[in-house]
């Protein structure tokens, strides 16, 4: 198997030179792509990556383009790849039309492969194509490397993700198997009556985030002092990012090192968003993430993810009879006492037994 394993960087000053050129360099070549594939479409050709590569071919032997060949060769040909992926997906429902980069958006990347073993890591540093030796905080190590992402982030820090070889080794856990029920309050509750609260990251950073967005907007375009407030807003957004992900990969840890199945409801977390109340709440609590860190860490470790359907009514059933109770759909009813077997229900718990019962009948 293979994985991601990212680490800090810390190039020198021409290091950041020639990976911010880089940057642009493949920026621009994407956005050149993109235009000929659109004017072929609109043409009613259909150009492939062949066409787009021997383009680049033409822009190097240029002199206005010439620049082109001062940086890793290999990185404008993997933004072209992107491109033509970006098609396919297209093609296949499963993206929208690609659109042309800006040096203004939040991800800043290129991807160089590693050919004829030149990038390894020796010592603390990483030796990549063009850049030479690069000082990294590496964290753990890293069998053999396939490919290696550099990242800028808007805060001015860069970062290297390598994919690696990767041997994972099942765990032992206790062979328990479990319900969780996600929400906005409580990020999960599962079907043994534990809760795990929301620590609402974003909104505990609100109104700090707010303060210095409206002293963003004071300051005039192109100065540079936008530029540091432009900076200290990114550090704020950075943090949550950050503290976000700590927590998701913490609690997805403990679900899949304590169980050896856990079930989960397949909710669409895209529609569930067009319901403008709740969105924010939604996206910053990252349902989707946090499903998809239990998912890859289960196929490493050997554990069981088992999806219920969207549509099954996990918090309306009584888990101890089986009646269906209408009333329970408003969202405001937390508890609820049965009709017919009178047992008085915690709504999030609740729903958390019944989506461990479907999912273990439908396994």
């Known amino acids: 198997m293979q994985k991601g394993v990212k680490f800090r960087a810390y190039p020198n000053k021409e290091q950041k030179d020639l990976i911010n050129r880089t940057l642009g360099c493949c920026r621009l070549v994407y956005n050149k792509g993109l235009d000929m594939r659109n004017t072929a ?64 958006d939040t991800r800043q990347s290129y991807r160089t492969l590693n ?13 990549l194509p063009k850049l030479g030796y690069v000082r990294v905080k590496q964290s753990m190590e890293v069998g053999h490397i396939h490919n290696v992402t550099v990242e800028r982030t808007p805060t001015g820090k ?33 079907s043994n009556g534990r809760s795990v609260q929301n620590p609402k990251y974003l909104e505990q950073s609100q109104r700090k985030l707010a303060r210095e967005q409206r002293k963003l907007s004071h300051r005039q375009k192109g100065s540079n002092n936008r530029n540091r407030q432009r900076i200290r807003v990114a550090r704020i957004h950075e943090k949550v990012v950050n503290q976000r992900n700590d927590f998701l990969q913490k609690q997805s840890t403990m679900l899949v090192s304590e169980n050896q199945t856990v079930c989960i409801e397949d909710l669409h977390v895209k529609g569930m968003t067009r319901n403008h109340r709740l969105a924010k709440s939604i996206t910053s609590v990252s349902w989707s993430k946090f499903f998809a860190m239990l998912e890859y860490k289960a196929s490493w ?49 609740n729903a958390a037994v019944n989506i461990l019962r479907k999912g273990l009948a439908t396994a």
Not at 43 to 62: D, F, I, Q, V
Not at 115 to 127: A, E, P, S, T, W
Not at 167 to 176: F, I, L, S, T, V
């Open 158 to 190: 860069y970062f290297v993700v390598l994919n690696v070889d990767f041997e994972p080794e099942p765990r032992p856990n206790a062979g328990h198997t479990i319900g969780i029920d996600v929400g906005i309050r409580e990020f999960f509750t599962d």
């Open 41 to 104: 479409y609109a043409a009613g050709e259909k150009p492939s990556y062949g066409r787009t590569s021997a383009m680049l071919t033409g822009l190097k032997k240029t002199e206005a383009f010439s620049f082109l060949k001062e940086v890793d060769s290999i990185a404008l040909q993997q933004s072209l790849r992107d491109l033509d992926r970006a098609f396919v997906n297209m093609f296949q429902k499963r993206a929208k039309h690609p659109v042309f980069k800006s040096k203004h």
């Open 301 to 349: 470790y050997g554990c069981r993810i088992i999806r219920v359907p969207t549509m099954y009514p996990s918090s309306q059933t009584c888990s101890c009879c089986g009646y269906r109770n209408p009333l329970v759909k408003n969202l405001a009813v937390r508890t609820w006492e049965c009709p017919v077997c009178h047992a008085i229900h915690d709504r999030n718990e």
């Open 115 to 127: 050919q004829g073993d030149n990038i390894r890591i020796v010592g603390k540093y990483l030796k």
